[in-house]
């Protein structure tokens, strides 16, 4: 656990189904809010399907940094990059969401507060998705671009309306160490009673 590291650069090497199977049910042995399993996997293998993906994604965010006065060429390596973390990803996985099976309450308070249940279970899935991935001798990193464009992917996947996109995983064999990361002191972190 403590030697995952977030892995932007992958080998072109495709990733055996059977592992990809591996790391999902591992994944959905994450503890979910009242066992009810909110989470969803859209595994993307075929460049056809990621491109469609990076191609949606691409034009939605240009529009948020054209709305933020980016300069046009930053806008098109902002862009190039984003097309090509996707295309580049021997898989790309969309972590989402459904609140289906969620308790349903007639209040916001308690149909927020079972919200972020189910955002907090999903959660779990991906770290333990990132932690499966790693064990396998695969790298990956949790994108949230998802977040910002969820009827975008959902479009360019034809999810279901009930799956609600929240995080993009890039899963291949690294092709990169990356260097130590700061980690904030242990007594800046906890409260010992
Ligand atoms: C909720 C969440 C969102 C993230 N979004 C991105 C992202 O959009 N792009 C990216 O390159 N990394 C993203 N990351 C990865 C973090 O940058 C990374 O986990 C952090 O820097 C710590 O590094 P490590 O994973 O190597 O320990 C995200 C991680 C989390 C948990």
Redesign the pocket.
């Known amino acids: 656990m403590r030697t995952r590291?977030?892995i932007?650069r992958f080998k072109p090497d495709p990733i055996p189904d059977p592992v990809i199977q591996n790391i999902l049910t591992t994944a959905t042995f994450a503890p979910s809010a009242h066992n009810r399993q909110p989470w969803r996997f859209a595994v993307l293998k075929a460049a056809d399907a990621k491109s469609r993906l990076a191609e949606a994604m691409a034009s939605d965010f240009r529009r948020d940094l054209e709305r933020d006065n980016m300069p046009e060429a930053e806008i098109t390596a902002r862009l190039d990059k984003s097309r090509s973390r996707i295309n580049n990803s021997p898989v790309v996985i969309v972590l989402c969401m459904d609140m289906s099976d969620m308790d349903n309450y007639p209040d916001s308070r308690r149909a927020d507060a079972e919200r972020v249940m189910a955002i907090q279970s999903v959660a779990n899935a991906g770290l333990q998705l990132l932690l499966a991935a790693h064990a396998e001798g695969l790298g990956g990193?949790?994108?949230?671009?998802p977040l910002f464009a969820p009827e975008v992917v959902k479009s360019a996947l034809n999810l279901s309306q009930s799956w609600e996109p929240q995080?993009m995983f890039f899963v291949g064999y690294p092709d990169e160490s990356?260097k130590t990361?700061e980690m904030k002191s242990m007594e800046s972190l906890v409260k010992t009673f």
């Open positions: 590291r977030s932007r990193v949790w994108t949230c671009g995080a990356p990361k």
